[in-house]
């Protein structure tokens, strides 16, 4: 099975989660969040089987929002002693390096004990009460801090480059350390930029890695950029062969574990699966209906009439099957009829998003499922009979040709 996990940006996202059963292998969350709520963060944490905090930097280089300090940013900031402004480059010198990534590592060793403690606490006491709790969540792995970058010439990425060698020092010998390459997908365009990268972090005392290619969606982005990010991963995995994270990933990264490309998998409560530095983890929802046969979430009004000519097309879920989705008989014609639930008005919104949510869970967990019982061959060529059946109903489906005609040239190197 693939390794997959969900992103709990926002307090909601974690409520959506617990109120499906579907059992990802851990949960994500930023850094930033996880010291602002650290309360919250060890409930969320509590309840993983594993978890991995994201310390993606990001927010110190643009801590503003309507010219005052961000609430979330400012307690980063005092909790790693920086000054509350805008970080700048001469503000790294080495004692700063060695003080921010100690901080950082440390903070991740004391969340996983107060994390632990709690759950044995809550063991201790439930064992008359006989309600039987998981056993305690693992750090799937300590996370170096970083910041996104432009390119290779972009001086944070040297800073990066330091702070690991920095983690790499206090490693200790049963530890497990990831580090996160964030790079603009257009510096992965260029094959020798791939190679100095992966040069770059091929280093034999880090365990795995987690990758973010800023910007770069898996659906909409054009074939150029879907071979440069297939042949970015492929680079890392020949000459590194340590496992890999996609911290931003949908269909196509799930096709790319089932090659043994990636280990694992992050998704987002539907959001975007893609996410540009120095913009909000979460952001609007996506009221978009995730629909298997695009592989992709499309907007809800459209459902209607899609079930009305291709009633196969019915989602299982048990979100589907007691909310969206009704089955009635037709009087006239005495036949089975599906009608799927209109957006509602506003004061009914709310309902409507979490059931939105909860089934994109589940129908991406019945692709996780679907993807590592079958045969990568035919997972191929599904896609062209997925992109004819979704042109037939005027459904954009260019991704799904791109993926083949990507993937269907590449897949035996793979």
Same mark, same amino acid.
Request: hydrophobic share 35%; charged share 25%; with cysteine.
């Given at each position: 099975?693939?390794?997959?996990?969900?992103?709990?940006?926002?307090?909601?996202?974690?409520?959506?989660?617990?109120?499906?059963?579907?059992?990802?292998?851990?949960?994500?969350?930023?850094?930033?969040?996880?010291?602002?709520?650290?309360?919250?963060?060890?409930?969320?944490?509590?309840?993983?089987?594993?978890?991995?905090?994201?310390?993606?930097?990001?927010?110190?280089?643009?801590?503003?929002?309507?010219?005052?300090?961000?609430?979330?940013?400012?307690?980063?900031?005092?909790?790693?002693?920086?000054?509350?402004?805008?970080?700048?480059?001469?503000?790294?010198?080495?004692?700063?390096?060695?003080?921010?990534?100690?901080?950082?590592?440390?903070?991740?060793?004391?969340?996983?004990?107060?994390?632990?403690?709690?759950?044995?606490?809550?063991?201790?006491?439930?064992?008359?009460?006989?309600?039987?709790?998981?056993?305690?969540?693992?750090?799937?792995?300590?996370?170096?801090?970083?910041?996104?970058?432009?390119?290779?010439?972009?001086?944070?990425?040297?800073?990066?480059?330091?702070?690991?060698?920095?983690?790499?020092?206090?490693?200790?010998?049963?530890?497990?350390?990831?580090?996160?390459?964030?790079?603009?997908?257009?510096?992965?365009?260029?094959?020798?930029?791939?190679?100095?990268?992966?040069?770059?972090?091929?280093?034999?005392?880090?365990?795995?890695?987690?990758?973010?290619?800023?910007?770069?969606?898996?659906?909409?982005?054009?074939?150029?950029?879907?071979?440069? +990010?297939?042949?970015?991963?492929?680079?890392?995995?020949?000459?590194?062969?340590?496992?890999?994270?996609?911290?931003?990933?949908?269909?196509?990264?799930?096709?790319?574990?089932?090659?043994?490309?990636?280990?694992?998998?992050?998704?987002?409560?539907?959001?975007?699966?893609?996410?540009?530095?120095?913009?909000?983890?979460?952001?609007?929802?996506?009221?978009?209906?995730?629909?298997?046969?695009?592989?992709?979430?499309?907007?809800?009004?459209?459902?209607?009439?899609?079930?009305?000519?291709?009633?196969?097309?019915?989602?299982?879920?048990?979100?589907?099957?007691?909310?969206?989705?009704?089955?009635?008989?037709?009087?006239?014609?005495?036949?089975?009829?599906?009608? +799927?639930?209109?957006?509602?008005?506003?004061?009914?919104?709310?309902?409507?998003?979490?059931?939105?949510?909860?089934? +994109?869970?589940?129908?991406?967990?019945?692709?996780?499922?679907?993807?590592?019982?079958?045969?990568?061959?035919?997972?191929?060529?599904?896609?062209?009979?997925?992109?004819?059946?979704?042109?037939?109903?005027?459904?954009?489906?260019?991704?799904?040709?791109?993926?083949?005609?990507?993937?269907?040239?590449?897949?035996?190197?793979?």
């Amino acid at each position: 099975m693939i390794n997959w996990f969900v992103r709990v940006s926002i307090p909601d996202d974690d409520k959506i989660l617990s109120d499906t059963a579907v059992n990802p292998t851990g949960k994500v969350i930023g850094l930033t969040h996880a010291i602002y709520r650290q309360k919250y963060s060890l409930e969320v944490l509590r309840t993983a089987k594993s978890f991995i905090i994201d310390c993606d930097l990001s927010d110190l280089l643009c801590p503003y929002r309507e010219g005052e300090i961000k609430r979330s940013v400012s307690k980063l900031m005092d909790f790693l002693n920086l000054p509350r402004r805008e970080l700048k480059l001469t503000d790294f010198n080495n004692q700063m390096i060695k003080n921010i990534v100690q901080k950082i590592l440390d903070f991740q060793r004391r969340i996983l004990s107060k994390v632990s403690s709690i759950q044995r606490t809550l063991q201790f006491f439930e064992l008359e009460a006989k309600q039987p709790i998981s056993g305690s969540p693992s750090l799937y792995a300590l996370t170096i801090p970083y910041f996104p970058v432009s390119s290779v010439s972009d001086p944070w990425y040297d800073i990066n480059l330091k702070m690991i060698a920095e983690a790499l020092k206090s490693k200790s010998g049963d530890e497990v350390m990831y580090a996160t390459i964030a790079i603009d997908k257009r510096e992965i365009l260029n094959d020798i930029v791939i190679d100095n990268i992966v040069k770059d972090y091929n280093n034999c005392e880090i365990d795995g890695y987690l990758i973010w290619i800023t910007d770069f969606d898996e659906v909409f982005d054009d074939l150029n950029y879907v071979k440069s +990010f297939i042949d970015f991963i492929k680079k890392l995995k020949t000459e590194t062969n340590k496992p890999i994270i996609n911290l931003y990933s949908g269909y196509l990264s799930l096709l790319l574990a089932k090659k043994n490309l990636l280990q694992g998998v992050v998704i987002r409560v539907c959001y975007k699966q893609r996410r540009k530095p120095c913009t909000e983890a979460g952001g609007p929802p996506r009221e978009g209906y995730y629909l298997g046969l695009v592989k992709h979430k499309i907007s809800s009004n459209l459902m209607p009439s899609i079930l009305e000519s291709k009633p196969d097309l019915r989602c299982h879920c048990i979100i589907c099957k007691t909310y969206f989705i009704r089955e009635f008989i037709d009087p006239s014609t005495g036949k089975s009829v599906l009608k +799927f639930l209109p957006y509602p008005r506003e004061t009914e919104r709310y309902v409507y998003r979490s059931n939105i949510k909860k089934h +994109f869970l589940y129908a991406f967990e019945k692709e996780i499922q679907d993807v590592s019982t079958r045969d990568f061959n035919e997972l191929l060529n599904q896609l062209l009979d997925l992109a004819s059946k979704a042109e037939d109903l005027l459904l954009p489906a260019n991704h799904l040709r791109r993926w083949y005609e990507t993937l269907s040239k590449y897949y035996l190197k793979l």
